[in-house]
């Protein structure tokens, strides 16, 4: 009988303990599993929920699912289907100085496939049209993929001003952060594969459109839960078999190696453990490798995205929205703070409330993230009703309003940390085998990839137990 230890009860270490669970029964193993939460409950610190009437919603998940991603059919495997509900026909536009510009209709990755209607939009002057005819889709047979930024990657198969008026704001809406910087190779993995292989970029976007790959990353329709992920996560939790053990309100000290097992110093007692998946931030387990120079050295760098989202609950004669518009996106020039607006109510009409509307504020860019997050939630508020204003004018009074302040959410793609990985990975199969970092630490950077990732992990550990 193995004994596993999964420390952290975030998404990522609970949504492990299912697939291991549930693989385990498809491949008869024997083990048992520790799911370790320091907290009294888990993901206490990253989800929250508001009540309106009788209806409750969450405040603290704003990622839609793909319908055709490893989250989308863990609902269907959970019996959740039945709670999804599928965005209504809505656009994406641009807010500027001149007012609303709506975007081509055909894109993927923000990158335009239709040059006719690229050149037909307004959202750029003569002159750039000119440019843009000249310059677009550019093949990337002198270099080097592996070395390159998101925002090189795209001014060398396209001209720049595509860049900075179109693909920078609709990647970082998407994402939640300014990813201008990071691995090309990390974030956007299916493109930069296909890329490597040197074909022509405007065949790649073309045959990608032509398999229902929309929008920014997303594949086919968009759905959400009707309730919240911290009720998800405890759906999960609720189909854990008697091999999951939960321990809640647990710390851990240190963590040894002897031989082949794991000595686990927690709470005044000693647990001895075969396997070790860590899913935490690795500010809470480099302690626990204090003498390890290399594992270290290796996160010293390391940095990390925070995010901030104001949802704004209105009266229905308060805000009057275009009914098309689901998404206002904004261009770094356009706004001091506001990344993108969502028109809740005109996106998810299924949680349209009785007399009111719902509104969300995101914040993504670091400088204002940087400039906002150790405000009070009211001065958060204060700013950015007066930033809506500019879109919509003088609206009425919010009626209610939350605000969610994750730091520190997910893992900032480098370049440096692309270079050093696989020397990194390998050490860690060497020096600690049957150690597991992943989640934060390592490619968790949507909730798609986070659970993706626990299920790779999942599988992994089960071929390796005999």
């Known amino acids: 009988m193995k004994n596993i230890a999964i420390i952290g009860g975030d998404l990522s270490g609970i949504s492990c303990a299912y697939f291991l669970d549930k693989f385990s029964g498809i491949n008869s193993k024997k083990f048992n599993i520790d799911l370790i939460e320091r907290d009294l409950e888990f993901s206490n610190d990253k989800f929250g929920k508001f009540q309106y009437g009788q209806e409750i919603y969450d405040y603290g998940w704003h990622n839609s699912i793909s319908e055709q991603g490893v989250l989308f059919y863990l609902m269907i495997e959970l019996g959740l289907h039945r709670y999804l509900i599928k965005s209504g026909i809505t656009k994406k536009v641009f ?27 307004d959202l750029f002057t003569f002159k750039e049209k000119l440019s843009i005819l000249y310059n ?7 270099e080097d993929i592996k070395e390159l930024t998101v925002e090189e990657f795209f ?10 008026k179109l693909i920078e704001p609709l ?15 990390s974030l956007m993995p299916e493109l930069s594969f296909l890329t490597i292989q040197k074909e022509d970029i405007n065949k790649i976007l073309e045959d990608m459109y032509n ?7 997303t594949v086919g329709a968009e759905y959400r839960l009707k309730f919240t992920l911290k009720s998800f996560i405890e759906t999960l939790e609720s ?9 809640l309100n647990r710390k851990i000290e240190k963590i040894e190696k002897r031989d082949d097992k794991y000595l686990v110093h927690s709470n005044g007692s000693i647990y001895y453990y075969d396997y070790i998946i860590l899913t935490l931030n690795q500010k809470n387990f480099l302690s626990w490798f204090n003498d390890d120079e290399k594992i270290n050295d290796f996160y010293s760098n390391m940095k990390y995205v925070s995010n901030i989202v104001a949802t704004f609950i209105y009266k229905r004669d308060d805000l009057h929205i275009n009914r098309e518009i689901g998404e206002i996106i904004f261009q770094k020039e356009e706004s001091e703070y506001i990344t993108k607006l969502e028109y809740v109510s005109n996106k998810w009409i299924d949680i349209k409330m009785s007399g009111i509307q719902i509104v969300r504020a995101y ?14 939630d009211d001065e958060i508020k204060k700013i950015i009703e007066k930033e809506i204003e500019k879109v919509h004018g003088l609206v009425g009074n919010i009626n209610k309003y939350y605000i969610s302040k994750i730091r520190d959410n997910y893992r900032f793609c480098s370049k440096e940390y692309n270079k050093n990985i696989n020397e990194f990975e390998n050490y860690l199969k060497e020096a600690y085998p049957n150690v597991y970092i992943i989640g934060k630490s390592k490619k968790g950077t949507t909730l798609e990839n986070t659970v993706l990732e626990a299920k790779e992990t999942a599988k992994e550990i089960l071929e390796n137990i005999r």
Do not use: W
Not at 136 to 142: A, H, K, L, P, Q
């Open 171 to 185: 990647l970082t809406s998407h994402y939640g952060s300014d990813v201008s910087e990071q691995s090309m190779v």
């Open 239 to 247: 189909n854990f078999s008697d091999k999951v053990f939960l321990e």
């Open 155 to 164: 001014k060398t198969i396209i001209n720049e001003k595509i860049y900075d």
């Open 211 to 217: 398999r229902k790959v929309i929008d920014n990353i």
């Open 363 to 376: 914040i993504s860019r670091e400088d204002a993230i940087e400039k906002l997050i150790d405000k009070s």
């Open 136 to 142: 677009m889709y550019n093949t990337m047979e002198d």
């Open 95 to 121: 807010y500027t100085k001149e007012g609303i510009k709506y975007l081509p209709e055909k894109m993927l990755y923000g990158v335009p496939l239709d040059k006719r209607e690229l050149v037909l939009s």
